[in-house]
């Protein structure tokens, strides 16, 4: 999905929950740093800007500073 659109979905109506799978697997973190320059769950705090609406489905591959950071964000995480 091309950034632009993935940005463009998310603003569509902010009063509407949100959910987008997110480091399900290894093989997709790398190929995110490597489209992005990011990792996903970095790239959607920063760019989308994360809070209590959004639910990301799996981020089985964050980092710990990334879950401190979603934890402050508000958003949950759906396993």
Not at 6 to 26: G, N, S
Not at 61 to 69: C, K, Q, S, T
């Amino acid at each position: 999905v091309a950034p632009e659109d993935v940005k463009r979905a998310f603003a569509l109506d902010k009063a509407l929950p949100a959910h987008i799978h997110v480091a399900e697997q290894k093989r997709e973190v790398v190929d995110c740093i490597k489209y992005l320059h990011a990792r996903p769950a970095q790239w959607l705090m920063s760019e989308v800007g994360l809070d209590r609406r959004f639910s990301l489905v799996h981020a089985t591959h964050i980092e710990p500073e990334e879950a401190d950071r979603l934890a402050r964000s508000g958003a949950t995480v759906v396993l």
